[in-house]
C-alpha cells in the first residue's frame, strides 16, 4: 500500500486542526485569512493578516517597510477600516512605549509606587 493513502484518516472540519480558514496567530495575536499561496499578501502557507487585506480592499497601497498599520483602539481582532491608521514604525513604536510604561528610548521608567523602601512604602510614580 502506497504511503499516505489510507482511509481512516479525518478530513476536513473532522480534523482536529480545521480552522475554516480563519485563525488568529499565536505568536502575534493578530487574525490570519487564508487566501491562497498565490495571493500577493500571502505568507508562505496561504494566510494574509485581515487587516492587510482590509486596507487593501479599501483601494490603498499596502504599508512599506517603514509603516505599519495601528489599531486604535488596541483591539488585534477589530479590524475595521475606521480602526486601522497607517503610520510610520517610530510613531508606532512611540504610541506603545507609552502605554507599556517606557521613555522615549525604549527603556523601563523606574517606579517606586506600592514598593517598601528605606522602611516605608513610597505611593507616588516618579515621572519618567
Known amino acids: 500500500m502506497p504511503k499516505g493513502v489510507h482511509e ?10 480545521w480552522n475554516s480558514g480563519r485563525m488568529v496567530s499565536s505568536t502575534t495575536g493578530y487574525v490570519k485569512l487564508r487566501v ?7 505568507d508562505g ?11 487593501a ?7 512599506g517597510r517603514e509603516n505599519v498599520l495601528h489599531h486604535l483602539n488596541g483591539d488585534k481582532t477589530n479590524n ?33 509606587a506600592g514598593r517598601l523602601l528605606d522602611g516605608r512604602t513610597h505611593d507616588e510614580v516618579p515621572e519618567c
Request: proline fraction near 3%; charged fraction near 25%; glycine fraction near 8%.
Open 57 to 63: 480592499a479599501a483601494g490603498r497601497a499596502a504599508p
Open 80 to 112: 475595521r477600516l475606521a480602526n486601522l491608521t497607517l503610520m510610520t514604525r517610530a510613531e508606532h513604536n512611540r504610541i506603545h512605549n507609552e502605554e507599556r510604561g517606557r521613555d522615549e528610548k525604549g527603556h523601563f521608567c523606574k517606579r517606586a
Open 8 to 17: 481512516h484518516h479525518l478530513h476536513g472540519q473532522s480534523h482536529y486542526r
Open 36 to 42: 491562497g499561496k498565490d495571493h500577493p499578501l500571502a
Open 45 to 55: 502557507n496561504g494566510y494574509a493578516y485581515e487587516h492587510h487585506l482590509v486596507w
